[in-house]
């Protein structure tokens, strides 16, 4: 099994940043990628940034130039820097993973989500 688990959500002003932060953990031999996904009341679940191993980084378009997705050097961790903030940016965020494991097994794997907040 695989476990995701998000940290760093919270509420802020408009024009204000937040970083998110999500651990991988369990039976790992391999993360392919990683990303952030949110959802908003009443939407449907949205890509906002991915980083597979070994390529480029991907964005929507609505958060380019404002969002940055990282991984740390174990890569076992992805974070999300979150600045200038809008109210429409509210969501739950999700953390994504696409791991291969000890088993030889590919799946998607996914954390708990996190509540983001903008408003004034």
């Known amino acids: 099994q695989v476990q995701l688990v998000e940290s760093g959500g919270g509420l802020v002003q408009p024009g204000g940043s937040l970083r998110l932060s999500c651990a991988a953990s369990?039976?790992?031999?391999?993360?392919?990628?990683m990303g952030w996904y949110r959802q908003a009341p009443g939407k449907q679940r949205e890509l906002v940034a991915v980083?597979?191993?070994?390529?480029?980084?991907n964005y929507a378009d609505s958060v380019k130039g404002r969002f940055t997705i990282s991984r740390d050097n174990a890569k076992t961790m992805v974070y999300l820097q979150m600045n200038s903030l809008k109210p429409e940016d509210t969501a739950v965020y999700y953390c994504n993973a696409v791991v291969t494991t000890t088993a030889q097994a590919i799946g998607d794997y996914w954390g708990q989500g996190t509540q983001v907040t903008v408003s004034s």
């Open positions: 980083i597979p191993s070994g390529g480029s980084t």
């Open positions: 369990g039976s790992i031999f391999r993360i392919n990628a």
